[in-house]
């Protein structure tokens, strides 16, 4: 284990040496504490030991979970048999034994209709998307997620063709064209070529870079700004969004460039999408973007960050920033000092004239 360690600091050296906006130190050390679930059922797709081979390649605790009676789990019938002996069954999974893992992974593979046919299995997925582990799956296997108790509702999900009729008839925005999207927690990947090799072209190794990117709390955005935070229908908002590469391919490969950045404005009040807003990289800057532009309506919005870059991964950046529209011009609370001064001086000159007088008379 030390000696895994030791190779992935190095490798996060060399592959942050290319970067302005390094990992925290604790990076490395953050891998050797995260715990991911693996859940798989008869005719588990052969991604599953792709995905269990990149993760403990990290340094990632990996624990098989079995949805069924019994520990062996058959593969795919469209290989060769490669049966796996699971370390849990599905059933064992409590709260307490679910809050020491970090994510939950849906392999691709025909076992996607054992899974969803579970309500054990859709249970499970819908509490630890409660508890805050993340989730991430791809192909297929989009299908149990789809199906786990509304969870995509309001996310956005990759384009997979056998499932994005049932996931925006769930709620989810599907991103045409997005090859892994990662979004709210949800990370979801297209697919591969088909049986019988199809797992060799999913987006497997990318969906499990976002995981972990998840899971370790790491984004494109580094920062944003608005200026100004209110102001009238016709106000000019400025945004700037500062963004950085994580950069945290272990395997040496720097992550890839940023091609497109979107501010999504939407309504505070219904969550109803108001506009969508392009920016453009500041001229002679690589890690700022800008733009600028007007709300069409009244009240207040919201703004979440939107990244692709060139290998055609999403990434949401959720409630980045928020602003107001005022239906009237904002008060002015500023103080006029000559106004004070009148307001405390002219009573007391009357008083003192009053007196005056008073004594005069009676003189």
């Not at 989730?135 to 296997?141: L, V």
């Not at 404005?265 to 506009?275: G, M």
Request: proline share 4%.
């Amino acid at each position: 284990m030390r000696k895994r360690v030791l190779v992935i600091s190095i490798m996060l050296v060399l592959c942050l040496s290319s970067f302005s906006y390094p990992l925290s130190a604790s990076a490395q050390d953050d891998l050797a504490d995260v715990n991911v679930l693996v859940i798989i059922a008869t005719s588990f797709g052969w991604n599953y030991f792709d995905i269990v081979e990149i993760l403990q390649g990290w340094g990632v605790s990996v624990t098989t979970v079995a949805s069924s009676t019994s520990l062996t789990v058959a593969s795919c019938v469209n290989r060769e048999p490669r049966p796996v002996t699971a370390d849990i069954l599905v059933g064992d999974l409590d709260n307490e034994t679910l809050d020491q893992y970090d994510a939950l992974v849906i392999p691709s593979g025909g076992h996607w209709d054992g899974l969803c046919s579970r309500r054990v299995v859709r249970n499970l997925l819908a509490i630890a998307h409660e508890r805050g582990l993340a989730i991430a799956t791809m192909c297929i296997g989009n299908r149990v997620v789809c199906r786990s108790n509304l969870m995509l509702n309001g996310s956005k999900v990759a384009y997979y063709g056998m499932t994005n009729s049932e996931m925006r008839s769930k709620g989810a925005t599907v991103v045409s064209g997005a090859v892994v999207v990662s979004d709210n927690r949800i990370i979801t990947g297209g697919s591969g070529s088909g049986p019988p090799d199809g797992y060799q072209g999913a987006p497997t190794y990318l969906v499990m870079v976002e995981l972990i990117k998840e899971i370790l709390g790491y984004s494109y955005v580094q920062d944003t700004s608005l200026e100004p935070q209110e102001g009238e229908l016709d106000t000019e908002f400025q945004l700037t969004v500062s963004i950085h590469n994580p950069c945290i391919d272990l395997e040496g490969v720097n992550s890839s460039e940023i091609t497109e950045i979107s501010a999504i404005v939407y309504s505070k009040s219904n969550s109803s999408l108001v506009q969508t807003v392009a920016l453009e990289q500041i001229y002679g800057s690589s890690f700022e973007y800008i733009a600028n532009f007007t709300a069409p309506g009244y009240g207040v919005f919201g703004i979440d960050i939107e990244i692709e870059d060139a290998e055609s991964v999403v990434e949401v950046e959720r409630d980045a920033t928020s602003f107001e529209v005022l239906d009237s011009p904002p008060q002015d609370f500023s103080v006029d000092p000559i106004l004070v001064a009148a307001v405390v001086l002219i009573p007391a000159v009357i008083g003192i004239i009053y007196v005056f007088v008073r004594r005069r008379g009676i003189s």
